[in-house]
């Protein structure tokens, strides 16, 4: 009965934390035909893809970092969060367009159509980030 009762906890606790809407204004990366708009915005500031698993504590715990330094993060780049299990084709069309190896978390700077930097799971930091522009 207590294992049953774990049981349906963890999985309330679970269904919340992995549906959990973001804090902040994140640009919403949900149509293929974005990254054109996108690329032509690399053009006059860098462009921040953060790749999101839903079904990933990793990528909760790298967004929140993210979140938390929104204020230094948001006036020197364009934040855009692509919910990759949500939106496999747009994934797939980001990993094919700048040539990166799939992951999540995942953080791509966008410069001038390319991408410049790329980095994953534990190594994402806004520090790297910002290092990177």
Same mark, same amino acid.
């Given at each position: 009965?207590?294992?049953?009762?774990?049981?349906?906890?963890?999985?309330?606790? &679970?269904?919340?934390?992995?549906?959990?809407?973001?804090?902040?204004?994140? =640009?919403?990366?949900?149509? &293929?035909?974005? *990254?054109?708009?996108? =690329? #032509?915005?690399?053009?006059? =500031?860098?462009?921040?893809?953060?790749?999101?698993?839903?079904?990933?504590?990793?990528?909760?715990?790298?967004?929140?970092? *993210?979140?938390?330094?929104?204020?230094?993060?948001?006036?020197?780049?364009?934040?855009?969060?692509?919910? *990759?299990?949500?939106?496999?084709?747009?994934?797939? #069309?980001?990993?094919?367009?700048?040539?990166?190896?799939?992951? &999540?978390?995942? =953080?791509?700077?966008?410069?001038?159509?390319?991408?410049?930097?790329?980095?994953?799971?534990?190594?994402?930091?806004?520090?790297?980030?910002?290092?990177?522009?």
């Amino acid at each position: 009965m207590k294992l049953v009762l774990f049981v349906l906890v963890f999985v309330s606790f &679970s269904m919340n934390w992995f549906s959990k809407d973001t804090n902040k204004d994140w =640009i919403h990366l949900s149509e &293929s035909e974005q *990254l054109i708009g996108l =690329i #032509a915005e690399s053009d006059s =500031i860098p462009v921040v893809i953060y790749k999101h698993s839903s079904r990933c504590g990793l990528s909760f715990m790298t967004e929140n970092k *993210l979140e938390e330094d929104w204020d230094v993060l948001q006036p020197k780049v364009r934040l855009y969060f692509l919910d *990759l299990i949500r939106y496999r084709e747009v994934s797939t #069309a980001v990993a094919e367009r700048f040539n990166v190896r799939h992951q &999540s978390p995942q =953080i791509l700077i966008i410069k001038n159509g390319k991408c410049v930097y790329n980095i994953s799971h534990h190594e994402i930091s806004v520090d790297a980030i910002l290092k990177n522009l």
